[in-house]
T-cell receptor, first 120, second 113 residues
Framework: ETGVTQTPRHLVMGMTNKKSLKCEQH?????MYWYKQSAKKPLELMFV???????ENNSVPSRFSPECPNSSHLFLHLHTLQPEDSALYLC???????????????????FGPGTRLTVT | QKEVEQNSGPLSVPEGAIASLNCTYS??????FFWYRQYSGKSPELIMS????GDKEDGRFTAQLNKASQYVSLLIRDSQPSDSATYLC?????????????FGRGTQLTVWP
């Protein structure tokens, strides 16, 4: 495996289901991200983790619960979602955020293929 | 809310022409800028990053940054039909926020043979 991988690639779930999205990066990075991409809207940052520690939560509803057990893996646990949560969920990774900001520059983020989620 | 504005297009150019994609941003202190390409149904793919005023060239792509005017652009020389995609501009805000990246809505480019 190379780059950033995501599973599953497609997911259909009912509003009462519980499911999880998985992301794995093979780039040796230490920062990982979850984004949401809805039709006609800009990519929207959800969560950021740096060395397993959450550094950003962009006011995401609690029905989305992230988990980062190590720098290579990131999960997004889903429960009691709404139809408006249907979207493409993208995972990304980058080098360590702190060393980047010490230099005044943000590192490039590399995206996985995404999970197309449909909530019925 | 930090704003990143892009002309949604569609921008249509003939094969071999130069495609010019523009992006403006509202936060004057922004320091890091990125261009991504996204094919329909696919995830964003990084094309280029730029951090300093001026031009940065990579193959057929040239990014141009003017922080005083809060403007970043992407030029694609010798455009090919395979360049047809949506191009996303992304900007990081200044300050201590780690990892935050603001995206524009993207410009849809069509290169016709």
């Amino acid at each position: 495996e190379t780059g950033v991988t995501q599973t599953p690639r497609h997911l259909v779930m009912g509003m009462t289901n519980k499911k999880s999205l998985k992301c794995e990066q093979h780039l040796g990075h230490n920062a990982m991200y979850w984004y949401k991409q809805s039709a006609k809207k800009p990519l929207e940052l959800m969560f950021v983790y740096n060395f397993k520690e959450q550094t950003e939560n962009n006011s995401v509803p609690s029905r989305f619960s992230p988990e980062c057990p190590n720098s290579s893996h990131l999960f997004l646990h889903l429960h009691t979602l709404q139809p408006e949560d249907s979207a493409l969920y993208l995972c990304a990774s980058s080098q360590d955020l702190r060393t980047g900001w010490q230099s005044g520059r943000a590192y490039e983020q590399y995206f996985g293929p995404g999970t197309r989620l449909t909530v019925t | 809310q930090k704003e990143v504005e892009q002309n949604s297009g569609p921008l249509s150019v003939p094969e071999g022409a130069i495609a010019s994609l523009n992006c403006t941003y509202s936060d004057r202190g922004s320091q890091s800028f990125f261009w991504y390409r996204q094919y329909s149904g696919k995830s964003p793919e990084l094309i280029m990053s730029i951090y300093s005023n001026g031009d940065k060239e990579d193959g057929r792509f040239t990014a141009q940054l003017n922080k005083a005017s809060q403007y970043v652009s992407l030029l694609i020389r010798d455009s090919q039909p395979s360049d047809s995609a949506t191009y996303l501009c992304a900007v990081t805000p200044p300050g201590s926020t780690l990892g935050r990246l603001y995206f524009g809505r993207g410009t849809q480019l069509t290169v016709w043979p």
